[in-house]
């Protein structure tokens, strides 16, 4: 009599299941390593646009616009000598995902009438530059030009 068979065997599923378990383990770890990337390209990249918006505002206006920045909150304030407007743009460190780091924790970026930079307090090395850290090794860093402009790096 011929015997038809249907279907895997019990040693090829496991197998298969073991070959799968193995290339998911290889992908979460590179998957965990770009949302590490991810989450600092973005946090850094954010600020760059505040800090662009708060020039432009700086040009528009023709006063000078302070960004003071925290870790748990950052705005950016004009100053007409009358009053004071706030923006407030959210908490970083709960925005990104995983545990995200800003070095200095707080400070000060001053943009005069003609957008250019006056103020960068507190002092960083190199000169004018926050760094965004999500994990050991994954650094973006922002970098404020004397001229106003800033760069994500």
């Not at 068979?5 to 770890?29: N, S």
């Not at 925290?70 to 304030?77: G, I, R």
Request: charged residues 15%; hydrophobic residues 40%.
């Amino acid at each position: 009599s011929r015997r038809t068979t249907r279907g895997f065997t019990m040693v090829e599923l496991v197998m298969t299941m073991a070959i799968m378990a193995i290339a998911g383990a290889m992908g979460y770890g590179a998957w965990v390593q770009y949302k590490a990337h991810s989450c600092a390209r973005f946090a850094a990249t954010q600020f760059v646009q505040d800090l662009r918006f708060a020039r432009e505002q700086a040009l528009v206006r023709s006063t000078p616009v302070t960004v003071t920045y925290d870790m748990e909150d950052y705005h950016v304030t004009y100053q007409n000598g009358v009053a004071t407007v706030e923006i407030l743009y959210g908490e970083l460190a709960k925005k990104y995902g995983p545990p995200l780091s800003m070095q200095p924790t707080s400070g000060t970026i001053v943009f005069d009438y003609r957008g250019t930079m006056s103020s960068f307090s507190p002092a960083t090395a190199p000169p004018n530059t926050l760094r965004f850290r999500t994990a050991p090794g994954v650094v973006k860093r922002v970098t404020v030009l004397a001229t106003g402009f800033s760069r994500v790096e």
